[in-house]
């Protein structure tokens, strides 16, 4: 199959950590049974699973801050050579230029931050990771590249 | 989904025979450490910390998943152990929940144990250093 004629999977969550799970389980699934062959390595599927959990626990936290009830909307195209996965909220939208960067290491201030390493991750590990961040919710774009 | 943790005193099997009775606990988790389960692991380590707990084992072995949500409360709990004169130790030999705090630069906050064992060993060998 071409990459256009794969059809999209979509799924659409409260916004509540108990689904976080679902949504690692569906990415997951989808990147490992993708007709032939898995266009990803199993390492690859594990990092694929590890930012499209991180983007979805940012959307649960936004929508959160909030009080936003919509739901989140999680999509995962496979194609022949990468895996795109797309996560919408509605949460009140933030600057992604404007996330702090991590203490260094070894210092002891980065003990204190607990929270705030999603955004990190998901740069390190995603080959693409775009935002797209407004008033009305952000959308998060990963790709995963077979190579 | 409950939350599944296993909590038990260190052994002399595990070790710890250089260690006083009762010295520490291990904390085995069961379930994916995310955004769904790090509160319950927070809440178990200010428990163990309430209650007197100065060596906490965090046993990572058994779990599927791990993500920075649940590296944040594993942070957490070490800097609270720390607080209290105490420290955590961190048990990992899965490399795919390695590279997780790898990625994030932890590997060079926490020692990633391959089993208690080691874990324990490392404390013994710390404490005699520090008593030298």
Sequence with gaps: ?147 | MQFNLHRRELLPTDGAVGLASGAGVVLTVLSDLDMAGAPALRQAVVAEVTSGTRLLVLDLTAIDFLDSAGLGAVVGGLRRLRAHDGDLMVVCPEPRIRRVFESCDLDRVFVLHPDVGSAIAAVIAAGERASV
């Design chain 1, 1 to 147: 199959m071409t990459p256009e004629t794969i059809p999209a999977i979509e799924l659409a969550i409260p916004p509540y950590p108990e689904y976080l799970q679902l949504v690692r389980a569906l990415v997951g699934a989808a990147a490992n049974n993708s007709g032939d062959r898995s266009p990803l390595e199993p390492g690859r599927v594990a990092d694929l699973r590890l930012v499209v959990s991180e983007a979805a626990t940012n959307a649960v936290e936004a929508q959160g801050a909030v009080g936003a009830r919509d739901r989140i909307v999680v999509r995962c195209r496979v194609a022949d050579d990468h895996v795109l996965v797309e996560v919408i909220d509605h949460g009140p939208g933030f600057d992604p230029d404007a996330v702090p960067d991590l203490p260094n290491v070894e210092t002891p201030e980065r003990l204190r931050h607990e929270f705030g390493l999603g955004v990190a991750l998901m740069e390190r590990l995603a080959d693409e990771a775009d935002v797209e961040s407004g008033p009305d919710g952000t959308t998060v774009r990963l790709v995963i590249r077979s190579t």
